[in-house]
Structures are given as structure tokens and as C-alpha cells.
């Protein structure tokens, strides 16, 4: 049998030694994949928040087959039929009015910041300050690692791009102090996901929209892991009762194939031809998975699921709570739950877990995320918990 991890260690460059866990997989199917020893395990990572369907979908399969046989890439010099019926289907299941597709999630907060700065350039005396949160994540080029506000993520890169101010998360005050002159827009995730599933108060995301109003500036959401029915609506926002100026997308939207958008109002589409462009984004193959993806989710009320299985799994983690006072919370919201240790046994549960066939995140040193596919039912919420029970009960202390 070749030796995949000896092949990587000798190849490949050193980036994930910390996240990747001593597993080839090599195929799945719905919320199960299997290695390249036959072993099965069950999928609560779901690629990060991207296997929206699960794996091998025959919606998303059968996209992705279709399209290649037909169409792969053209470039946006022409008209493609996928990229305008996903725009379409976008704009007509929320409150956006134009749609741009990147290639992923960092590309369309990218976007989304050019975007913002082109308003400031047009309608805010040139103002161009984006205000993001401390403990946020938005993606990886050297202005969204500004963007990101930690700390540790910068220090290697310095100097950073300017223009990025972080503040704490879930605190309006620290928005309102950090708004001057300069400021085009605040830039937040609904739920701090890589960080740790940090859920702010409900009054918060409410707070900040009304304080963008009042000063005239844009709120830009980034929906890239909340977004396509994970918290348990198509779009988090909806869940909030405001609408948002500006939101990007990506992970769950075409069930794995990369793609990213930006969505925005009419009266901040101010891009005008040649302002922002891409080769790749939007093609017809990304873009008709998209839209047998999105198109099925919306059919078949996918975020309905997400939210009453999401809700399950919650309560079910909440009697494991009551069970090992190890647990200290379980929070989260839809398809996107964090399990808080009063240790810091994450790296142990999570490698105990897919010991006994579940796949889990461990996403800070004291806990660990749950992001199965959207698609998933009671009984696999059962599997996954009663294997989490046996887990703890062999290291609970
Ligand atoms: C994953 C993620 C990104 C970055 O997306 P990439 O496709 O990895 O570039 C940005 N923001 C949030 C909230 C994310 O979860």
C-alpha cells in the first residue's frame, strides 16, 4: 500500500502538519466517507463547512457531469447561462440586488472590500476604513489577514495593508468608538466560527445595522461559513430580522465545488466595467453546480433541516453536558455547534472520536465544532453522540 503521508511530508509544503489527521480518504457518500484501508467514519467536519449535501450527491454529481460534458470555462469575455440562472436564483431568495461569483471565500471578501472602497472613493469622501472583529476570520491574502483580527495570523506577514480595524467582537461601543471620517464599513461574521463558534448577542447584529444607518456607512456580512442554510435559514441574516448592505458567500454553496459570491444592495453595486474581474469565477462549471446545489436546498428546505436537526444536536449535546461536568457549554446555532471543555482536550477527543468513526473539529485547544452536512437526520445525530459519550466517558475527569 503507498504510504500517501509519507509522499505529502516529502512534497508537499508544511502548511497543514497541525490540521491534517493521519487519514487518506478516498470516497463518501451522504454524511459518511471511508479511507483508503475501507474504514468508515462518520462526517461532522463536512470539508469545513462545504459538503452542504454531504458527499456524492447525485444532485451535485450529476451537475458537475453534466456541465463538464457540455461546458467547462469560457471566460467572462461571454455570456454563460449557469453563472446568470445562479445570479438569478440568488437575488431572488434574498433581499440582494446584483451578485458577482468568485473562486472562493477570501476572493468575495476581497470583493466585497474593493466594493466598499469604490462607495467610499463615489458617495464617502474617499473614506475607506473597514472596522472587523477581534477573533474574526476572513480568509487568507494579506489584506483579508488584515481583515482577520488575530493577532498571530498577522505577526508573520508584517507590514500589513492598512485600512483594517479590529475591535472586540460583540461589543457596539467598540464599533461606535473605532467609526471616524474614514470609515467606509463594518465588516462581521454572524457567529465567530474559526475562533470557536462565538455567538454575540441577538441585540448586537441589530445594533450594528442600525449604527451603519446612522452614520451612513455599509455593513458587510460575511455569510462565507453561515450562509446556504447552516444556521438553520437560507441566509443567517434572515434569522436576525435586518438586511445587510453586502454579504459574501462560499463554502456550502456548491457542495464542495470552490466558488465564492458577493451579494449587494443596488445602491452600493457601484462597480462599473473594468473595476473588478476574474478569470476563473463564475464559470459555467462552478456555477451549475451552484444552482443544482442552491436550487435543491431551497426546493427541498434544506435550512429547514439544518435548523430542527441542528436543534436536536444540540439538546442531545446538552444532556452529555449534564452527564460530564467536562463539558462546560454547548453552543451554536443550526448545522454549526461548538462543545467547550473545562480542559484542554479537544485534540484528544477529536482523535478518540475518529478512532470510533466520527469526524469532528478541533477548533480551539478546549473545544471542539461540529459542522455536519445540512443533510443529515436524527439517527446519524444519535451515532455521532453516542460515540461522543463513550469518548468522554473514557477520558472524563
Ligand atoms: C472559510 C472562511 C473564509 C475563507 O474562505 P476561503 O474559501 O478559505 O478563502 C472567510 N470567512 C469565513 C467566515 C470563513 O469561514
Request: glycine share 10%; hydrophobic share 45%; charged share 20%.
Amino acid at each position: 500500500m503507498i504510504d500517501w503521508k509519507e509522499i505529502e511530508k516529502k512534497y508537499y509544503m508544511r502548511t497543514f502538519d497541525k490540521v491534517r489527521l493521519p487519514v487518506v480518504l478516498v470516497r463518501g457518500k451522504g454524511a459518511r466517507v471511508w479511507d483508503d484501508r475501507g474504514k468508515e467514519y462518520l462526517d461532522f467536519v463536512g470539508g469545513w463547512a462545504v459538503n452542504s449535501l454531504g458527499h456524492a450527491h447525485p444532485v451535485v454529481a450529476g451537475a458537475v457531469a453534466a456541465q463538464a460534458k457540455k461546458l467547462i470555462h469560457t471566460s467572462n469575455q461571454f455570456y454563460t447561462i449557469p453563472q446568470l440562472q445562479l445570479a438569478e436564483l440568488l437575488v431572488k431568495n434574498s433581499c440582494f440586488d446584483r451578485v458577482f461569483f468568485a473562486n472562493s471565500g477570501l476572493e468575495a471578501n476581497e470583493g466585497a472590500v474593493k466594493l466598499a472602497r469604490r462607495y467610499g472613493k463615489l458617495k464617502l469622501n474617499g473614506a475607506y476604513e473597514v472596522i472587523t472583529a477581534l477573533g474574526s476570520f476572513h480568509g487568507r491574502s494579506l489584506a483579508m489577514t488584515a481583515a482577520t483580527g488575530q493577532e498571530s495570523f498577522h505577526t508573520p506577514y508584517t507590514p500589513m495593508p492598512e485600512g483594517f480595524i479590529n475591535v472586540k467582537y460583540n461589543d457596539i461601543e467598540a464599533i461606535q468608538a473605532a467609526t471616524n471620517e474614514k470609515t467606509v464599513a463594518v465588516m462581521l461574521e454572524l457567529i465567530e466560527a474559526e475562533t470557536g463558534v462565538i455567538v454575540p448577542n441577538e441585540d448586537y447584529i441589530r445594533q450594528v445595522r442600525h449604527w451603519c444607518n446612522e452614520r451612513g456607512i455599509l455593513l458587510i456580512l460575511d455569510e462565507i461559513q453561515t450562509g446556504i442554510g447552516r444556521l438553520g435559514a437560507l441566509f443567517g441574516y434572515q434569522l436576525y430580522g435586518i438586511e445587510p448592505d453586502i454579504i459574501t458567500l462560499a463554502k456550502g454553496m456548491a457542495g464542495g465545488v470552490p466558488i465564492g459570491a458577493i451579494l449587494a444592495k443596488e445602491s452600493c453595486s457601484v462597480f462599473v466595467s473594468g473595476d473588478h474581474g476574474g478569470t476563473f469565477g463564475g464559470n459555467p462549471l462552478v456555477c451549475a453546480t451552484g444552482y443544482a446545489t442552491m436550487k435543491y436546498i431551497i426546493e427541498r428546505n434544506i435550512a429547514g433541516n439544518a435548523n430542527t436537526v441542528g436543534r436536536y444536536l444540540m439538546d442531545r449535546l446538552n444532556q452529555l453536558k449534564s452527564k460530564y461536568p467536562v463539558i462546560i457549554e454547548v453552543r451554536g446555532r443550526g448545522l454549526l455547534v461548538a462543545v467547550e471543555f473545562t480542559v484542554e482536550i479537544g485534540q484528544e477527543v477529536m482523535m478518540k472520536c475518529m478512532d470510533m468513526g466520527l469526524l469532528v473539529n478541533r477548533v480551539k485547544p478546549n473545544a471542539i465544532r461540529l459542522m455536519p452536512p445540512l443533510i443529515i437526520n436524527r439517527q446519524d445525530v444519535d451515532r455521532a453522540v453516542r460515540i461522543l459519550d463513550r469518548v468522554l466517558a473514557g477520558i472524563a475527569r
